[in-house]
């Protein structure tokens, strides 16, 4: 660099150095921000806009930003994978290299944490049949409870403590 921050070859036929933002070095882009966070954007997007998702609030932002992260990650992954087992044509990859190994390793890691994430967010079906049964027995317990209180309304007694419901509804 000159002075002037201009870049002079320090040879003939040198090449001049990378500009800030270039991709040639990139692998997989699981680590790096400019892959990563557009997918999850996206996937933040697809379940914000959901209307069967009631359940989230924004409060949990960051743990859905966080599982998409994850998502984003494994797609992101799944795709290098998927191209460096076309390049050795045998649907694995070359797992000598340990670019390849890396990935592979990474992915399994991406892959937990993504599990883990749609089950605490109810975006998996079985959190979310937990997450309805949960829901369906609130409102069980409350309609009891009301029911309750409207019969001793009725009855003129004074309101009492309303026994706890078992498993199934029944008291």
Do not use: C
């Not at 000159?2 to 036929?13: I, K, M």
């Not at 069967?52 to 743990?63: E, F, N």
């Not at 991406?110 to 949960?134: C, F, H, I, K, V």
Request: proline share 8%; hydrophobic share 40%; no cysteine.
């Amino acid at each position: 660099m000159t002075a002037e921050g201009t870049w002079v070859p320090a040879f003939p036929g040198q090449r001049p150095p990378f500009e800030p933002g270039h991709t040639l070095s990139m692998q997989h882009g699981a680590w790096s921000p400019r892959r990563v966070e557009p997918l999850a954007a996206e996937m933040v997007a697809v379940v914000e806009d959901d209307p069967t998702v009631t359940w989230l609030r924004p409060v949990d932002r960051p743990a859905l930003w966080a599982w998409a992260r994850a998502e984003a990650q494994v797609q992101l992954l799944t795709e290098y994978l998927a191209k460096a087992a076309e390049e050795t044509g045998d649907g694995v990859g070359d797992l000598d290299a340990d670019r390849v190994q890396s990935a592979y390793l990474l992915l399994h890691r991406a892959e937990a944490r993504a599990t883990t994430g749609r089950t605490r967010l109810g975006l998996d079906a079985l959190s979310r049949a937990r997450l309805g049964r949960d829901t369906a027995a609130t409102n069980v317990d409350m309609a009891r409870l009301m029911a309750e209180l409207e019969r001793q309304a009725k009855d003129g007694a004074a309101p009492t403590r309303v026994p706890p419901a078992t498993r199934g509804g029944e008291a």
